[in-house]
C-alpha cells in the first residue's frame, strides 16, 4: 500500500488572512442568526417591561428543545469538515441529509413543548401578565421551528467549503426584514406584541429559502459534494457514527440551556425588573456569544480539515492562531461594553431603574464574558477533533456543579441579587476554561489525525483489489467502525486551506 506524503506545515502569512475574512463573515452570520431573538427584545422592550420580561422568560425555555436538535446538527461542522479535508465531497452530501431528517423528524415534539409552555411558566413567577405574555410569545413563534432549523443545516454545510458570503448576506438582509415585520405589524398593523413573534416567523422562513434558492439552485454550490437523495447511502454505520457526535453535542447545548432555564427560577423570585435586567444581559450575551462563536467556528473549520488531511502540527497551530484572535476580540468586547453600557440598554429600553440595575452587574458580566470566549475557543477546538463527549461532561459540571448552586446562594440566600447570579457565572466559566484548557494541553495531535482521516472515510472510496483480499482490511471493515484508512489522504496544496468562496 503506497503512501502520499504530507506537507504538514502552517504558514502564518498564508492562513492569517483567510481566517481573518472567514471569521468576520461567520461573526456576521452568527450575529445575524440570534439578532432575530435580540431584535424581538428591543421591540418589546419599548413596549413594557412585562411584555420584555415575558418574552424573555419565554426564550429560555423556548430555546431548550430547540438549541438541543440544533446542537445535534451541528455535527455536520467536524463531520464535513473532516471529509472536506480527506477530499471526500461525496460523503458531506450524506452528512447533510442525515441532519435534514434528523431536524425534520424532531421538529413535531419541539412544536408540541412550544404550545404546552405556560404550564411551565406557572412554576416560575407569580406574574401571570409575565406569564401570559410568555405562553403567547411561544406559540405565535411555533412556525419558525423547521427553517430556523434547516437553514442551520444549509448553512454549516456551505461552510465546511468555505462558502460563507451566501449566508452572510443571507443574515444581513434577514434582520433589515425582521426590523421592517416587527415595525410593520406591531405599530402599522397595530397587532402590538404579537407582531414581533409573527416578524421573526417571517425572518424564519426567509432565511433557508432564499440561501436554497441563490447557492443551491442559482449558484450550485453543492453540485460536487451532493450525490441527490440516495436511502442506500444512509447506513447504520453511518447513523452511529453522526450520532456519536450529535448526541453529545445536542446534550451539551441542552444542558446549557437547561440550566439556563433552570436559572430562570433564581432570577424570577427577584420581580419584573430584575427578569427584564436580565433579559437585555442575556441578549448582549447572546451577541457577544456569536462574535466568539464566529471566529471559534473559523478556528474549528481549518482544525478539522487540517486533522482529515493528515497535518497534526497545522491543525494545532491553526487552533493556536484563534485563540489568539480571540483574546484580541474579548479585549475589544470589555472595552466597548463598559464605555457603551448607557447606550446598550436604551436600544431595550428608556427605564432608568433597568439602566442602574445593569451597570451594577456588569463588572462581574464583563468578567464572564471573557471567561466565555476563551471557553468558547476550547469548545470549538475540542468539537473539531471529535471530543464531543468530554466537552459534555464539562458543561454539565460547569453548568449544574458550580453555576447553579453558587448563583442560588449568592442570588438568593445572600441577597446580593442579579450580580449574584453573575458572579457565579463567572465562577462557572473560569472552572470550564480551566478544565477544557488541561484537556487541550495534554492532547494527542497524531491520534487526533488518525480519528479524523479514518472518520473521513478518506481511503474507502479507493480500495483496490489487492487491499480487498487484505486481512487487516476487511478486519477494519467488518468492525463497529465503517471507516478505513488504505491510503494517506493527499492534500498538496497549503493555500486551500482555510479558503473562503465569496459568490
Known sequence: MTTTEIADVFDLRTELLPFLGLSLQLVITS?????IMVIDSAFLGHLGTNELAGASLATLWI?????????????????????????????????????????????????????FLGGILHHTTDDSAVIAFGARFAELLSPSIWPLLAYVCLRQYLQAMGVVMPTTINGIVCIGIDVGANYLLIYTAGLGFDGSPLATVIAAWFQ?????????????????????????????????????????????????????????????????????????????????????????????VGLAEHLGGGRPRAARARAMMGFAVLALAALLVCIVLWAGRAGVVGLFTKDEVLLAM?????????????????????????????QMGFVTIVTV???????????????????????????????????????????FLFIDWHKMVHEAVTGAEAGEPKISSTEANDPAVLEARDSESIYIMTSSPVHSKAPDVGHVTLL
Open 63 to 115: 430555546e431548550l428543545p430547540l438549541c438541543t436538535v440544533w446542537g445535534m446538527a451541528s455535527a455536520q461542522i467536524a463531520l464535513c469538515g473532516q471529509a472536506y479535508g480527506a477530499k471526500n465531497y461525496f460523503l458531506m452530501g450524506i452528512w447533510l441529509q442525515m441532519a435534514l431528517i434528523l431536524i425534520t423528524v424532531l421538529a413535531v415534539p419541539t412544536t408540541v413543548w412550544y404550545f
Open 208 to 300: 433557508p429559502i432564499a440561501l436554497f434558492l441563490y447557492a443551491f439552485v442559482y449558484k450550485k454550490h453543492h453540485k460536487d459534494a451532493w450525490g441527490g437523495w440516495q436511502l442506500s447511502e444512509l447506513t447504520w454505520s453511518r447513523w452511529k457514527t453522526f450520532f456519536r457526535m450529535a448526541l453529545p453535542l445536542g446534550l451539551n447545548d441542552g444542558c446549557d440551556l437547561l440550566a439556563a432555564a433552570a436559572l430562570s427560577f433564581v432570577v424570577a423570585k427577584m420581580g419584573a425588573n430584575v427578569i427584564a435586567t436580565n433579559a437585555i444581559l442575556s441578549s448582549v450575551w447572546m451577541m457577544v456569544g456569536a462574535i466568539f462563536y464566529g471566529i471559534g467556528l473559523a478556528s474549528e
Open 358 to 386: 445593569y451597570t451594577d452587574v456588569l463588572p462581574w458580566y464583563i468578567a464572564a464574558s471573557s471567561l466565555n470566549g476563551l471557553g468558547i475557543g476550547l469548545l470549538t477546538a475540542l468539537e473539531g477533533m471529535g
Open 31 to 35: 450575529m445575524a442568526r440570534l439578532a
Open 397 to 439: 459540571v460547569g453548568l449544574w456543579g458550580v453555576q447553579l448552586p453558587l448563583a442560588y446562594y449568592f442570588g438568593i440566600m445572600k441577597g446580593l441579587g442579579l450580580p449574584g447570579v453573575w458572579m457565579a457565572t463567572t465562577i462557572a466559566a473560569a472552572v470550564k476554561v480551566t478544565i477544557m484548557g488541561i484537556r
